[in-house]
Every structure is written in structure tokens, then in C-alpha cells.
């Protein structure tokens, strides 16, 4: 078998303050006062979701309000620094693929995410939202594919889930389930049945890694019939828990 060849990077594959220097302006009506607190943006493919596989640029923006058991984003939390959103969008567009995904953290706590959705939106990229499902996503441009995430139990931020959001799901949209145990597995299942979820938009059940054998619950989702979609996170098999990828 021939070996692939390898991936090129049009740009650094890390925003730094120079990479931000020199992109190219984009015209825009955002005011420049229109910050944000990013963490890091980087290229690398899509690992998660309906758009698997795609090469995808990653905007992390930095906090979160809550402390999944099992988060793996906790360099995320603090730190940071702040960039001009009409400087995020260049930079994003400088790396030259259709894809980008605004993550973090939570995204949703810094208000002036639901600003950079739009314009990323309004740029032409084709544009998901990786939320933790705490916080309303009520005013998300309707042009993302919204990723919520409904945590489990044994993420011990149960209590976090925004439920109102539920209704607000479309067929644009996913969600999440990261499966940490059989209880929490039946705790999902539960959770989809009593909300029609999968009536409502795509559902992903993830194996927590390293706390459930993905071949396990894979055998519990056939074995369930269970109108949910498997995945695993492929950024993970390919690079493991390597930042930046
Ligand atoms: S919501 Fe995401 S970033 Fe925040 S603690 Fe949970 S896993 Fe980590």
C-alpha cells in the first residue's frame, strides 16, 4: 500500500500573534471593539460529528463554566488572549478549507461568540458550534450546525444541562452523549426516548475514552436498536491527546 501523502498547511498551524499581523484584513462591519479570548486556532480534521474527516479549522475560544469529569480541553480554562473578530475571521480564511468549528471551553460564555458565528457565517465557511448545552442557544445564526451536548451522570455536570435548548434542536443540528459507564449508557437511552430526540436531530453516543471500550458500547447500541449514531473521536485515534490536533 502506498503511504498518503502528507498533510500541507497553507499557514502556521497555531494562531500567534504574528500569524494575526499578517492576515490579510477582511472588510467588515463589526466594530473593532468586537473581542474575543481565544486559546488557539489550528488545522487539523474534524474528529467528531456529522462532518467527520473534514479538514477543519478549530477557533478555541477560552473558559468554560463547568468541570466535566473527564474534560480534556482544561488548558482551555484560563489564559488566553484577546483578537478583533474581523482578525479571526482572516486568519480562519487563511488556511484555505471550507470547514470551521468554534469550540473551547464553552464557547457560548463569551457573548460576543454568537458575533464571530455570524460573521464566520456571512464569510462563507461552513460553520459549527461545539457547545456543552448549559447555556441558550437560542440566538445562534440558523446557518451553524449546532453540536449540543447533553452531560451525563458520571460527567458529574448533569445538573448543567439547559434543557429549554431541546426544543430548539433542529435537523441541522446534533447531539451529544459522552457514555462514561453502563448507567450512564441507560441514562441516555432514557434521556432520548423521553425527548424523541432522535425525531428532533442527529445523536451521537461518544465513549468517555478511556472509561468505556468503545467496542462495549457499540454492542450495547446494536443490541438496543438504538436510533443513535456511534462515534468515536477520531482526532484521538490519530494523535491521541496531542493539543492542537
Ligand atoms: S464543557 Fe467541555 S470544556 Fe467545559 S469542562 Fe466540560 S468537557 Fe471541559
Redesign the pocket.
Known sequence: MTAAPPIERPVPAALTPESLAQAVATPSVIAQSERLKLTEIFLSVQGESSTVGWPTVFVRLTG?????S?????Y??HGGQWHEIPDIVATVKAFGVRHVCVT???PLAQKRCIVLLKALCDAGLEVSLET?G?LDISEVDARVMRVV?L?TPD?K?QQRNRLENIALLTARDQVKFVVCSRSDYEWAKTMVSEHRLSDRCEVLFSPSYAQVAPRELAEWIIEDRLPVRFQLQLHKQLWGEEQGR
Not at 64 to 68: M, S, V
Not at 70 to 74: F, I, M, N, V
Open positions: 468554560c463554566p463547568l468541570r466535566c473527564y474534560c480534556d480541553t482544561a482551555a480554562f473551547g471551553g464553552e456543552a448549559a451536548d452531560k460527567s455536570e
